[in-house]
């Protein structure tokens, strides 16, 4: 089998074709806060619940840039990564992009 670019970019090291997994934990976490967040959208518990959103999804960053399948998990790792960092250092709310 040839090792071609597409191969490289979207294929783990089983051969399979890798876009999207199952959440790990995480992703889990932040997905529950970033909800929880629109329950209680003021107060300390919505600032407690914005640093946990934001920790997981730093941590879930930085494992996929370090340790995805593939170069397309990895990049999908850094690019959150950059978002994440952005939106704290200008104060954009994830959710407010979706």
């Known amino acids: 089998m040839k090792n071609t670019l597409f191969d490289k970019i979207f294929r783990d090291s089983n051969g399979k074709i890798v876009i999207a997994q199952m959440?790990?934990?995480?992703?889990?976490?932040?997905?529950?806060?970033?909800l929880l967040k629109l329950i209680?959208?003021?107060?300390?518990?919505n600032l407690v619940l914005d640093w946990v959103a934001f920790g997981s999804?730093?941590?879930?960053?930085?494992?996929e840039l370090f340790q995805g399948?593939?170069?397309f998990r990895r990049t999908l790792g850094f690019i959150v990564l950059i978002g994440v960092?952005?939106?704290?250092?200008?104060g954009i709310d994830a959710l407010s992009l979706f």
């Open 85 to 90: 960092i952005a939106s704290k250092t200008v």
């Open 69 to 71: 399948v593939n170069y």
């Open 23 to 34: 959440p790990n934990p995480p992703i889990i976490v932040w997905v529950v806060a970033s």
């Open 40 to 45: 209680f959208p003021t107060g300390e518990i």
């Open 57 to 63: 999804l730093f941590i879930w960053a930085c494992l």
